[in-house]
């Protein structure tokens, strides 16, 4: 078994820079000491100062050198502090920004950051400063829990409740079932009608002039209309009223039982996203069509935990060239 290595000590350190200065060599030094004579040599190499070897100053640059060594990035290294804050600044989560990093490079530790080690970062009291939290979903100082938005009863005509809804749609092992609903704009005036597929969260959006039955149908059959059968085979809704013509959707509907917005969380979790963009109080009516559809490829573009870290458009890409068809360019 090989000796174990001990590091050079103060004490020594002092016997060195007395016995340098008897013009002792450095091979008898280092028998003096125990030690290699090219392990001296290094210790005077590295420590000394303007050219002479002074234990007091062999000392400070060593404890300086053991100290810079263990210091360490506060996001592992600067390549994963780059990738970290550029993709914080698009709009990811801890949470997509770690799990994507683990699916890209699974075999490079160099690569790998828990989503806790960039939470730390962010609400470090030193980044206070930096208020990193302004790029988080939720621009929250303090993580918060979240909780769904309640609906409101509404006379539905055929309505059908989530109840009957076949087993294959609630455990999201069949592809093509949806999840609908509407987000406001400034004082009720328009809003936008919400898609979301349960099986790949991949999200379509438009927006409507008002809330009115009539307006959110045409829109609504619009955007399932570019759709293969395949991929619309139903869509489950809320109890607005603004959904009760939805025998005009042009796709089966299912209705959440009332007050219940956790019965369609993925539609509420997406439209959480769609929030990010355009808070509450946001009047709609300054934003063109384009505009909403650059947020949604956006979103369709950031890797999901409940896609083991695959994006929502990969997701949904991936389901429809099972069925040999194209996405849309316009989704």
Same mark, same amino acid.
């Given at each position: ?95 997509? @920004? ?84 509407? @987000? ?89 996203? @769609? ?57």
């Amino acid at each position: 078994m090989s000796k174990k290595h001990k590091k050079i000590q103060p004490d020594e350190r002092d016997k060195i820079s007395i016995w340098l200065a008897q013009d002792i060599s450095i091979r008898e030094i280092g028998r003096r000491l125990g030690r290699s004579p090219g392990s001296i040599s290094d210790e005077i190499k590295r420590n000394s100062f303007k050219g002479h070897y002074v234990a007091i100053h062999a000392q400070s640059k060593a404890n300086n050198r053991a100290k810079e060594s263990r210091k360490r990035h506060p996001l592992k290294n600067s390549s994963v502090y780059s990738y970290v804050m550029k993709k914080l600044r698009s709009g990811w989560s801890p949470e997509q @920004i770690s799990g994507r990093l683990a699916l890209k490079k699974p075999d490079n530790p160099h690569w790998q950051i828990h989503h806790e080690t960039i939470y730390r970062y962010i609400y470090d009291p030193e980044n206070k400063a930096k208020e990193l939290w302004e790029y988080l979903p939720r621009k929250q100082k303090r993580r918060k829990k979240k909780y769904g938005r309640k609906t409101h009863r509404s006379r539905i005509p055929d309505r059908i409740s989530i109840h009957q809804r076949p087993e294959s749609v609630e455990n999201r092992q069949e592809f093509g079932h949806w999840e609908g609903d509407s @987000i406001e704009s400034k004082n009720h005036k328009g809003g936008i009608h919400t898609e979301v597929e349960r099986k790949t969260r991949f999200m379509i959006a438009s927006f409507v002039k008002d809330l009115t039955a009539g307006e959110t149908t045409n829109k609504a059959s619009q955007m399932f209309r570019g759709l293969p059968k395949q991929a619309k085979k139903s869509t489950t809704l809320d109890n607005g009223k603004e959904f009760v013509k939805h025998k005009g959707f042009g796709i089966p509907t299912y209705f959440c039982d009332p007050y219940s917005s956790w019965q369609r969380g993925t539609n509420e979790n997406s439209n959480g996203l @769609i929030r990010r963009y355009l808070p509450k109080k946001t009047d709609f009516s300054k934003f063109e069509q384009w505009e909403l559809n650059d947020m949604i490829t956006e979103i369709n573009n950031r890797p999901r935990k409940c896609l083991g870290y695959y994006k929502p458009r990969e997701a949904f890409e991936r389901e429809l060239q099972s069925i040999s068809v194209r996405i849309p360019s316009r989704m």
